[in-house]
């Protein structure tokens, strides 16, 4: 299904940045109002693109929510009738992490569901949650069933890090995750490891914890130079943060802020060897999602400008789930494919995005 070219909302990018937008389309929408999002992406060796997201049926979101799946073996161009992985009565079920290829023949997904009370404080209104996985061995034909639950932080845990997995010299591989201390407080962003391709994880590292901030959303980059680096989210509008690790993951330094302030963030690395950065806005309503580029392995970053450009007026009253979540892949055509959950339209439908990036460097 290709879907329909992108008008509101449309890419706005520099005249010099280092990655042009070759197109921009609605991604496996149509039907009723519905709300597409928290998409996931992954490539497999074949070129097979699979991606995962939330479907919430209506515009508000009433713990009602189902972890999709659809597949790609024509760079996108076409995908199949989305599948539906995970559903539970009265749980809003989502990627808590998404994909995680560790070959074509281990395709971890991670199965989350939450419960929301919308009376709580912004912020706080989980009020429960749960997180399994599970495993595809034919490009995501097919799923096992639901493992046990995973709990890496004292409540909720979640395998956030849309570049997962990052394989190291020692034949382990690392993890972003983040989770919390208590309900839906106390955030903390770090990284575990496992020596069995997901079916067992270590304690975490963290990475970034505060008493009074909260850390979130974190993705890893491996630089030229061998080290890891890693951005955070900082709850609270904050501006996000950046750590490197120049032991595999097991140090980090001290988080420093960074010149943008962004969630649910997607790094990047361009053929030119810099660093690209997509993530929600969190200035001005966090209703856009923008990028950034560093060209010198994260110590400064410059602004490109929207892959998806905010309304001019408020998102409508009933929207209660944010844009944003932008994932990557490369394509076979030498492209980037990314997908990522726009805005609302008028009526509250929200269609995932697939744009497709020239990379220029």
């Not at 990655?19 to 929408?29: D, E, H, P, S, Y």
């Not at 990052?166 to 407080?185: C, K, N, Q």
């Not at 709850?235 to 140090?251: A, I, L, M, Y």
């Amino acid at each position: 299904m290709r879907g329909a070219l992108v008008t509101a909302g449309a890419p706005d990018l520099v005249d010099d940045a280092p990655i042009a937008v070759t197109c921009a389309r609605r991604l496996l929408g149509g039907g009723a109002p519905h709300i597409h999002h928290m998409a996931s992406l992954a490539r497999l060796s074949t070129g097979r693109l699979v991606l995962t997201f939330s479907r919430i049926v209506g515009t508000r979101r009433r713990n009602n929510g189902a972890l999709m799946a659809s597949r790609s073996d024509d760079d996108g161009v076409s995908w199949t009738p989305p599948d539906a992985l995970y559903a539970v009565p009265g749980w809003d079920c989502l990627n808590l992490g998404g994909l995680t290829p560790f070959s074509d023949a281990r395709l971890l997904l991670a199965l989350g569901r939450l419960q929301t009370d919308p009376m709580l404080p912004d912020g706080e209104s989980c009020t429960g949650w749960r997180l399994t996985t599970t495993t595809s061995a034919d490009g995501g034909e097919t799923w096992a069933p639901g493992g046990p639950e995973v709990r890496l932080f004292p409540a909720w845990t979640e395998f956030y890090g849309a570049s997962n997995p990052h394989r190291l010299a020692d034949g382990r591989h690392m993890l972003a995750v983040i989770g919390t201390t208590g309900r839906d407080s106390g955030w903390q962003a770090g990284v575990c490891f496992t020596e069995d391709q997901g079916a067992t994880f270590s304690p975490p590292v963290i990475v970034a914890a505060h008493p009074t901030l909260g850390f979130g959303d974190m993705d890893a980059a491996r630089l030229d130079d061998g080290r890891f680096l890693a951005v955070a989210r900082v709850f609270g509008g904050h501006p996000s943060v950046c750590s490197v690790s120049n032991d595999e993951g097991r140090t980090w330094s001290e988080p420093r802020p960074l010149e943008f302030c962004g969630a649910n963030v997607k790094l990047q690395r361009l053929r030119g060897g810099q660093l690209l950065c997509a993530y929600r806005d969190e200035r001005g309503g966090g209703a856009g999602v923008a990028c950034s580029v560093s060209e010198d392995a994260g110590a400064t970053w410059r602004r490109l400008g929207w892959l998806a450009r905010p309304p001019d007026g408020a998102p409508p009253a009933a929207f209660m789930v944010r844009c944003g979540y932008p994932d990557m892949a490369p394509l076979r055509s030498g492209l980037l494919g990314c997908v990522l959950a726009p805005a609302p339209d008028a009526d509250g439908t929200v269609d995932l995005r697939w744009l497709e990036l020239e990379d220029r460097t």
